[in-house]
T-cell receptor, first 113, second 111 residues
Framework: GENVEQHPSTLSVQEGDSAVIKCTYSDSASNYFPWYKQELGKRPQLIIDIRSNVGEKKDQRIAVTLNKTAKHFSLHITETQPEDSAVYFCAARRFYGGFKTIFGAGTRLFVKA | EAQVTQNPRYLITVTGKKLTVTCSQNMNHEYMSWYRQDPGLGLRQIYYSMNVEVTDKGDVPEGYKVSRKEKRNFPLILESPSPNQTSLYFC??????????FGQGTRLTVV
């Protein structure tokens, strides 16, 4: 079946450094790729998303890139801060043929002050 | 305030005792879905619904049922819960545009 692989599973960076999380998906019909941040004990919340007709999207310190040919997309966080510490999930979804959404297993990001 | 509300937040039950977790959204979203979250496995989709009376299986539907009789409600039913259904459950809703809003989560323990 379809799957989304996410790497790394754990990432530790120094405050101010950049963090990159990578995902690869298998369903070539996927055309929507959201990223969620989940703080301890809380619900996942959308931080950025990208659609298949766009190669890159940026929102302040967060950016996402998409390579549809390689079925690969990445989350980039610049100038990391301790409050960025959380678990991040990527997901892939198709708009047509259903609403099935496949999530990656998550990346636990630690930002050390 | 736009929100997705799940109840209960915490539930401990015994094997075989039927239970229902409710989910309600006030954003008039067509799409709703249920996920379970287990350590190291991320979020796995159980069932989803594209509109009233339209539901389909996600990746891990075994042991679960859903219904969508009204647009705002999407309850998750465990007819005969087993210990391997101990997990953290999230309901989510979204418009056709795709952004999903999650409920607060329901932590279920089956003993």
């Amino acid at each position: 079946g379809e799957n989304v692989e996410q790497h790394p599973s754990t990432l530790s960076v120094q405050e101010g450094d950049s963090a990159v999380i990578k995902c690869t998906y298998s369903d070539s019909a996927s055309n929507y790729f959201p990223w969620y941040k989940q703080e301890l004990g809380k619900r996942p919340q959308l931080i950025i998303d990208i659609r298949s007709n766009v190669g890159e999207k940026k929102d302040q310190r967060i950016a996402v890139t998409l390579n549809k040919t390689a079925k690969h997309f990445s989350l980039h966080i610049t100038e990391t801060q301790p409050e960025d510490s959380a678990v991040y999930f990527c997901a892939a979804r198709r708009f047509y043929g259903g609403f099935k959404t496949i999530f990656g297993a998550g990346t636990r990001l630690f930002v050390k002050a | 305030e736009a929100q997705v509300t799940q109840n209960p937040r915490y539930l401990i039950t015994v094997t075989g005792k039927k239970l229902t977790v409710t989910c309600s959204q006030n954003m008039n979203h067509e799409y709703m879905s249920w996920y379970r979250q287990d350590p190291g496995l991320g979020l796995r989709q159980i069932y989803y619904s594209m509109n009233v009376e339209v539901t389909d299986k996600g990746d891990v539907p075994e042991g679960y049922k859903v219904s969508r009789k009204e647009k705002r409600n999407f309850p998750l039913i465990l007819e005969s819960p087993s210990p391997n259904q101990t997990s953290l459950y999230f309901c989510a809703s979204s418009s056709e545009g795709g952004v999903a809003f999650f409920g607060q989560g329901t932590r279920l323990t089956v003993v």
